[in-house]
């Protein structure tokens, strides 16, 4: 990525100043390896895994722009008393100036709805922990009442979401907030606009021999104000112990995955993404990293060949 110091500078600025200009839109973090990290995304997920599943991620998107978007997560749950399930998120977000912290505690309840499926509704509760530290940027001016005020807020989170499943394939609907809020500086502009996200999954497990199974998904991303968000993956199981897959995002990026089973209980996967937009000659692509540990292992697997 050979550009002039001037140009990158300058799509930084253009980036980032899109949301620091007038007020901050805040997002949720983008996954590329969503279908194994679904509890962040649906609380309707929480317990459907198993006895007990945990997930550790890490996303550095844009690689190379300073001030681009590096998101954590951590999600544990399980189910007890084969009904309920329990589960706690947190998500650590870096972008540009701003650092959000989100902590839910997760409750899902399955009932089965026949002899191979079960709908679960879900719901979770928790703190959103705002940081927007300005210093942390070039603002082209000081002078400006927006950047004289850095904001340090917490604010509650409140979502739910249904997850319909069966061994071959689930759907989904959630939004893990359903409470918008917006926030102001001395002057009453709005400085960070929170609005909710709506979310719609699908996945089919295809066996197409005894050895290789083929999984194609679907994720949705509504918000109010902003462009429908679109990513269609497929991926293929080989022996119950290799994933590879690819993935698009519409109008963003195409992606390639790869994951290994390490042993019985733990996954790691890796996802390259490649943007297909005019970013692609200031970025170094996007990577995602995820471990996945189940209790369950290769038992759960071999009965349920859902590999999600």
């Known amino acids: 990525m050979k550009k002039n110091i001037y140009n990158i500078k300058y799509l930084v600025c253009f980036v980032f100043g899109l949301s620091m200009v007038n007020s901050f839109a805040q997002q949720a973090p983008q996954y590329t390896q969503y279908m194994y990290n679904t509890e962040v995304i649906n609380s309707g997920y929480t317990g459907s895994a198993g006895k007990l599943a945990a997930s550790l991620l890490y996303r550095s998107q844009w690689a190379g722009i300073e001030g681009a978007p590096e998101t954590q997560s951590f999600a544990v749950h399980g189910l007890v008393k084969d009904r309920i399930g329990l589960g706690l998120t947190a998500i650590n977000d870096n972008l540009g100036a701003s650092n959000t912290i989100q902590i839910n505690g997760n409750f899902a309840y399955h009932l089965p709805t026949g002899e191979n499926t079960k709908l679960a509704l879900g719901i979770n509760a928790g703190l959103d922990i705002l940081n927007i530290d300005w210093s942390k940027g070039n603002i082209s001016n000081n002078l400006d009442p927006v950047f004289q005020q850095n904001l340090n807020e917490v604010r509650p989170i409140v979502g739910a979401g249904v997850y319909y499943y069966s061994s071959k394939w689930y759907l989904g609907v959630s939004s893990n907030n359903l409470l918008n809020s917006k926030l102001y500086n001395d002057d009453s502009a709005t400085v960070v606009d929170r609005k909710s996200q ?35 993956s497929g991926n293929f199981l080989l022996q119950e112990k290799v994933a590879l897959g690819v993935a698009y995002r519409y109008d963003d990026a195409i992606s390639g995955l790869a994951g290994i089973y390490l042993s019985d209980k733990f996954f ?39 590999f999600f």
């Open 268 to 306: 790691l996967g890796y996802a390259y993404d490649y943007s297909v937009t005019g970013l692609q000659n200031y970025n170094d692509g996007s990577h995602e990293i995820i471990l996945t540990y189940n209790l369950d292992g290769l038992k759960k697997r071999a009965l349920s060949p859902r």
């Open 198 to 232: 709506y979310y719609f999954m699908g996945g089919y497990v295809f066996d197409l021999s005894s050895t290789v199974k083929f999984k194609p998904a679907v994720l949705t991303k509504h918000v109010s104000g902003s462009p429908l968000t679109v990513d269609v």
